[in-house]
């Protein structure tokens, strides 16, 4: 049973992958200069779910990341690749 709770646990908390993911999603949106409502209105979020995104507050299932690369016109492959290496890459 102890090991079913850690599980869950893990689940419930953004990783530093998760909040680097975040990180890297605002720096895309802000390069294609599109305010939070904008965009969050684009991918079915209201823009305080968008905040906790890009905060890491909240982990991106990879259905909403699909979204958010559709928007950006990006695959999620480039977003992945370049996730591998930021913030590092600038």
């Given at each position: 049973?102890?090991?079913?709770?850690?599980?869950?646990?893990?689940?419930?908390?953004?990783?530093?992958?998760?909040?680097?993911?975040?990180?890297?999603?605002?720096?895309?949106?802000?390069?294609?200069?599109?305010s939070?409502?904008?965009?969050?209105?684009?991918?079915?979020?209201?823009?305080?779910?968008?905040?906790?995104?890009?905060?890491?507050?909240?982990?991106?299932?990879?259905?909403?990341?699909?979204?958010?690369?559709?928007?950006?016109?990006?695959?999620?492959?480039?977003?992945?690749?370049?996730?591998?290496?930021?913030?590092?890459?600038?």
């Amino acid at each position: 049973m102890e090991h079913n709770n850690m599980t869950a646990d893990l689940t419930r908390h953004a990783s530093e992958r998760d909040k680097l993911a975040g990180q890297l999603l605002k720096k895309y949106r802000q390069d294609y200069k599109m305010s939070q409502i904008d965009f969050a209105a684009r991918i079915g979020v209201s823009f305080q779910q968008l905040y906790k995104y890009e905060s890491g507050h909240n982990r991106l299932t990879i259905g909403r990341l699909m979204d958010c690369c559709d928007v950006l016109n990006i695959s999620a492959q480039e977003f992945m690749g370049r996730l591998e290496h930021f913030p590092h890459d600038g």
